[in-house]
């Protein structure tokens, strides 16, 4: 079996992953396109719902936020246990929850309901994001750790995809009201319920399980405040805050954003929402493509590099957004800045902060760290959730989308001034380097 912590391996030299390293990668993957897949469908879901319940825009919000608000504790707390108690059990009660809670939100009979079982299915999603993550990274070569830690978050598109098709599939159904919302937000634990079967054989890291046969004493929570480890946290932390709110703030309501920007079917709720599903759907092929130029560039540019390029990128993409929202018949260029914004955010900030989050911690704080970096992510897609639909009703979607792209810009101006590059090191180089840290060779981690 290749030794996940040696050197990095010559150019010439091929990488081979055994089939234990490939089966993590897919069982972490998957995890990451649930998370995708209930990002998507609950806002395919949540016109109909709103009808069914009569909901305004705020109780619109707070459906909308559950989930994601579950995300914030569940990462942070059961991260802090993956760390404490192994990434492997930790890794196999995740998804198990995820099972239960989405039959559960299937079979909400009202507003507090829904918002309870999602909060807790949403724990559930927050938690696998630093186990699965410090797990992969822990499992992978130094050389193409990146690679393929951002190969499995790419999942997270093809999971937006999925519930894109299944949403129009169900929408085009003829089923009810009623019956469609629920068959879309359980469906979810199908998926959920084979992969929890698969991942019941999977070892220990040896990352983990090395650091707990030393004895060494676990390391408190506020030593991710320590000199030495602050400025990791806040490259960690706090890019990925700002990128949470943009892809959840602008992504979930990407149905209702086209809807409200005249891209709608003729009829009632259900013919706009599959009018406005439909398009998004097609923006959504945006991500992929972001994730495939992620997946070639990140060894060769660099974690930072590509960062930078991606919320550049998506100020971009949202001033453009705003700006033709301004007018009529700018139907093109809303189409322009969408697909703009999801191709530099995935092939930036929404691939590299997953990553850089699993690596630049030491092995008793990874899971913690990455964790609390999750936590923060999760927390600003609440912030977005909620703030985008009350913002988008008092100054309309123009203004809001100049303010997102504020915010863009703001994780540029982070990135910049933290960037800590992680390219071609392996974990336990990683862990001891000095920082700031000069480019390996000259560059951001060319190889």
Do not use: C
């Not at 493509?289 to 992620?294: K, L, Q, S, T």
């Not at 929202?325 to 700018?330: E, V």
């Amino acid at each position: 079996m290749a030794n996940p912590q040696a050197p990095p391996a010559p150019p010439d030299e091929a990488v081979r992953l055994t089939s234990l390293q490939r089966r993590v990668w897919f069982l972490s993957g998957m995890g990451v396109f649930l998370d995708g897949f209930d990002l998507f469908i609950i806002g395919v879901a949540l016109p109909l719902i709103a009808e069914q319940f009569m909901l305004g825009g705020f109780e619109q919000g707070i459906v909308g936020a559950a989930a994601v608000l579950g995300a914030v504790v569940g990462a942070a707390a059961l991260g802090r246990m993956a760390d404490r108690f192994g990434r492997r059990r930790l890794f196999m009660i995740d998804l198990s929850l995820f099972v239960v809670f989405a039959v559960a939100s299937a079979v909400s009979w009202g507003l507090w309901s829904l918002v309870a079982f999602r909060f807790l299915l949403g724990m559930a999603v927050g938690a696998d994001y630093p186990i699965a993550s410090t797990y992969l990274a822990e499992f992978m070569p130094t050389r193409v750790r990146g690679r393929w830690t951002v190969g499995a978050f790419s999942f997270q598109a093809i999971g937006m995809l999925t519930g894109a098709g299944l949403g129009v599939i169900i929408l085009l159904s003829g089923a009810d009201q009623d019956l469609a919302w629920r068959l879309m937000l359980g469906a979810g634990a199908i998926p959920a319920l084979v992969i929890v079967w698969l991942r019941r054989h999977v070892p220990e890291s040896p990352k983990w399980q090395e650091h707990k046969d030393s004895g060494a004493p676990p390391a408190p929570v506020r030593a991710l405040f320590a000199p030495g480890v602050r400025r990791r946290t806040t490259l960690a932390v706090v890019p990925w805050f700002i990128m949470d709110i943009l892809l959840y703030g602008v992504g979930i309501f990407t149905p209702t954003v086209l809807a409200a920007l005249s891209f709608t079917g003729d009829g009632g709720i259900a013919s706009r929402d599959l009018a406005s599903t439909e398009g998004a759907a097609f923006l959504d092929i945006f991500l992929v493509v972001g994730f495939i130029v992620a997946i070639i560039m990140v060894e060769r540019w660099g974690r930072m590099r590509l960062q930078l390029i991606g919320f550049a990128g998506t100020t971009v993409g949202l001033v453009i957004l705003a700006t033709a929202s301004l007018g009529s018949g700018s139907m093109p260029f809303v189409f322009l800045g969408f697909a703009l914004f999801n191709l530099l955010v995935n092939i930036g900030p929404n691939s590299t902060t997953f990553l850089v989050a699993a690596e630049v911690f030491p092995t008793e704080l990874r899971a913690t760290g990455a964790g609390l970096a999750a936590s923060a992510a999760k927390m600003g897609a609440v912030v977005g959730i909620i703030l985008l639909p009350i913002l988008t009703g008092s100054i309309g979607i123009p203004a809001t989308m100049y303010i997102v792209a504020g915010v863009s810009l703001l994780g540029f101006v982070v990135t910049a001034v933290f960037r800590v590059e992680t390219a071609g090191r392996s974990l336990d180089e990683i862990n001891t380097m000095p920082y700031p840290v000069p480019r390996p060779h000259g560059d951001t981690g060319r190889r």
